[in-house]
């Protein structure tokens, strides 16, 4: 689109004709979320990233777009577009940086989801619309100080009172925190050793009682707000609770949905990388010769392409199995767990390729590089998904 | 506001062209095709003045193979009503394109019928000025700022160190240049739409011509460049070189 004014277009890596396996909508979706990329994204996100702020302006254009809540149902407003369109949406924004994929990753699959799978008709038809058009900005707050690959052990409480419930706690690096309208809290409604009891609120940002802190000194996914959240005596009415939570299941069963799109995600800013590295090797004469006609960046531009390879059709087959609704919380596991590792040694690996030049803004490698230091830690950690994948071959649990 | 854009499938403007075998034609394999992107502001245009007049149809019609259809459907994504694929091989001569184009645009009761100043792959510039004049309607080409007034049309031209404003009647032709808009992009929600939108396809036969294209060769492979000095100092060097090996000075 619009190629006269494009600044400069990224065409995807594609070694093995994956688009063949397309839909042709599937592919116009990717091509439309790629265009805004270069045309709204690129332009600022490195000085947004230097400076550590999210490009709050592009979220009027994300929502005009359709990215928030894209796999959910029309009638609330949203795209209604299938898992793999999904998946191929949140590529390309972690193409841009992985702080806009993870606003949306937040928008749509930690915040509009829950509501979508847990609320009451009336807290659907009221939120879903309002999320989709961007009118309202959530956040998602589960992780607390001291639990954080372990959640189920969380002491935010709810108590229910004779009109309503209150809220106290703290939640720690929770995306869009600050910045949020609203926000899917988690609580224990009953024992602090009962994590069957965890159910889900919508909270109003502007409820006495909630604050949100930015978290300093972030060198990762700079251009995301990331906040402390204190909920002191939240006083809220009865129908703020989502009344189909329940249990820590809950809470998992939205990590799955964003895991899920974290696969796709680490998958396009492994193609940028790649994409930088391959261009700056034919380009930088060293010795007479460019870099890319030696044998050492050879190799790495081969690992690279093979591993971004494998991943996409891993990750095809992952979008497939879900639209067929077959697909388990493990094979996400083993996807987001492959994906992120594989885009973490991409991105280092084209840094190392780009010699010094490769330590600035103006290239994307280390950005991605730092970036996906939080992609591989948040949303179970690295660690975490072996431990998944290894209770679901072994049947004996090891966390 | 009825109106029509004419839209042509052409291979993405950053696609390493590779000629065909008979060195007439590009080979297509692993090509990304794309709308012919002046004909996007013509799209912009025929949405946006839809819009704005409250009420009206916007169609698209390509000449094409079945592969059009895609990039019919990238059109009503963006927003445009319905689509007309022309289903037939095209030809070089714009004549006989314009010739195909005026027989399906006649008495279909357009107010403007929109093309692209140019197509990024063959550069003719004819078909729009030619569909113009089969239908015996005026043409304004190369438009690059539009404004309407009770049926009557008022475009600016960028011509070579100026603007040339220029008036006609409706209905007319009109051909895009960039600058007159920003294209939108198709929007998740219309591209879900383009799906129920209706396209129909119109088998055609376009004749020959008389313009046939004899050969088709890539632009020379450009020499890497080469740094002379730096600052004031590479001055006479630079000068001397444009001089004996460029010879331009
Ligand atoms: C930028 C950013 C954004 C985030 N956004 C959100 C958000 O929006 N909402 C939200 O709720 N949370 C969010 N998080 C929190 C994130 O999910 C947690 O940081 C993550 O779950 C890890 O928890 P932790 O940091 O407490 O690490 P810990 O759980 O303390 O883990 C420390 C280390 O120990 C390892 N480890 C832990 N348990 C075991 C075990 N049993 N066996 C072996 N090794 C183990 C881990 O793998 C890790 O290497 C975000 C985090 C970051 C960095």
Redesign the pocket.
């Known amino acids: 689109m619009a190629t006269a004014t494009a600044t400069s277009k990224f065409s995807g890596v594609d070694f093995y004709n994956i688009d063949s396996l397309l839909s042709e909508d599937e592919r116009a979706v990717r091509d439309t979320v790629r265009s805004w990329v270069d045309e709204h994204l690129m332009p600022v996100i490195g000085e947004c990233y230097i400076e550590g702020k999210f490009p709050k302006q592009l979220i009027p254009g994300m929502a005009e777009l359709g990215l928030f809540g894209a796999n959910l149902p029309e009638e609330y407003g949203c795209a209604g577009l299938n898992n793999v369109a999904y998946g191929l949406i949140m590529q390309e924004l972690e193409r841009g940086d992985s702080g806009i994929r993870?606003f949306a990753s937040?928008q749509g699959g930690?915040v509009m989801y829950p509501i979508f799978a847990f609320g009451s008709d009336a807290q659907k038809t009221y939120w879903l619309p309002r999320l989709a058009s961007g009118q309202e900005i959530g956040?998602?707050?589960?992780?607390e100080?001291?639990?954080?690959?372990?959640?189920g052990g969380m002491i935010t409480t709810a108590r229910e009172t004779k009109d309503g419930w209150v809220l106290n706690g703290t939640?720690?690096?929770?995306?869009?925190?600050s910045q949020a309208t609203v926000a899917v809290i988690?609580a224990k409604t009953g024992e602090l050793s009962d994590s069957k009891s965890i159910r889900g609120f919508i909270v109003p940002t502007s409820t006495k009682g909630y604050t949100a802190k930015d978290?300093k000194g972030?060198l990762?996914?700079r251009a995301?707000d990331?906040s402390e959240i204190h909920l002191e005596d939240v006083h809220l009415p009865k129908d703020a609770i989502l009344p189909k939570s329940g249990g820590l299941k809950s809470?998992l069963n939205c990590l799955t949905q964003a895991r899920y799109g974290i696969s796709w995600g680490a998958i396009g800013a492994a193609m940028a990388c790649y994409d930088e590295a391959a261009s700056y090797a034919k380009s930088r004469v060293m010795f007479g010769k460019p870099i890319g006609q030696t044998q050492i960046q050879q190799v790495r531009l081969a690992d690279m392409l093979t591993e971004i390879t494998k991943a996409q059709l891993l990750t095809l087959q992952l979008g497939r199995l879900k639209d067929a609704k077959t697909m388990t919380p493990s094979q996400v596991s083993l996807a987001k767990r492959n994906n992120v590792n594989m885009a973490t040694e991409c991105a280092r690996e084209a840094r190392r390729l780009l010699g010094a030049n490769g330590i600035l803004v103006e290239y994307h490698s280390m950005r991605h590089m730092a970036n996906l230091?939080?992609v591989y830690?948040?949303?179970?950690?690295?660690?975490?998904h072996a431990?998944i994948l290894g209770q679901e071959i072994t049947g004996l649990s090891?966390? | 506001m009825k109106v029509a854009v004419c839209l042509k499938r052409v291979p993405d403007t950053t696609t390493k062209i590779v000629i065909g075998s008979d060195g007439k034609s590009i080979d297509e394999n692993g090509v990304k095709f794309v709308p012919n992107p002046y004909d996007e502001y013509a799209l912009e245009e025929a949405i946006a003045l839809k819009e704005r007049a409250g009420a009206g149809e916007t169609v698209v019609y390509s000449l094409g193979g079945d592969s059009s259809q895609e990039t019919i459907r990238t059109a009503l994504a963006m927003g445009i009503d319905r689509g007309v694929l022309l289903q037939g091989a095209g030809s070089a001569d714009g004549f006989e394109v314009a010739k195909t184009f005026a027989a399906e645009l006649k008495g279909g009761g357009f107010d403007l019928v929109l093309f692209g100043k140019l197509a990024v792959d063959d550069y003719n510039m004819q078909v729009g000025p030619m569909t113009a004049e089969l239908l015996g309607v005026p043409c304004i080409t190369t438009v690059a700022h539009l404004t309407l007034a009770n049926g009557a049309i008022e475009a600016e031209r960028e011509i070579e160190g100026g603007i040339e404003v220029c008036t006609c009647s409706m209905p007319a032709v009109l051909t895009i240049d960039k600058g007159l808009n920003t294209p939108r992009l198709p929007s998740l929600k219309g591209i879900m739409a383009a799906k129920k939108k209706p396209l129909e396809v119109r088998p055609v036969h376009v004749g020959v011509g008389t313009l046939m294209v004899s050969s088709l060769t890539l632009p020379p492979e450009r020499l890497a460049g080469r740094i002379v000095g730096e600052g004031p100092d590479a001055v006479p060097a630079l000068v001397s070189l444009l001089r004996t090996e460029a010879k331009v000075l």
Request: charged share 15%; with cysteine; glycine share 10%.
């Open positions: 993870s937040v930690l956040c998602f707050g589960l992780t100080p001291d639990y954080g690959s372990n959640p939640k720690m690096w929770i995306t869009n925190g988690w978290q972030k990762s996914l995301s990331t809470p230091e939080s830690t948040y949303e179970g950690t690295h660690d975490m431990l090891a966390f």
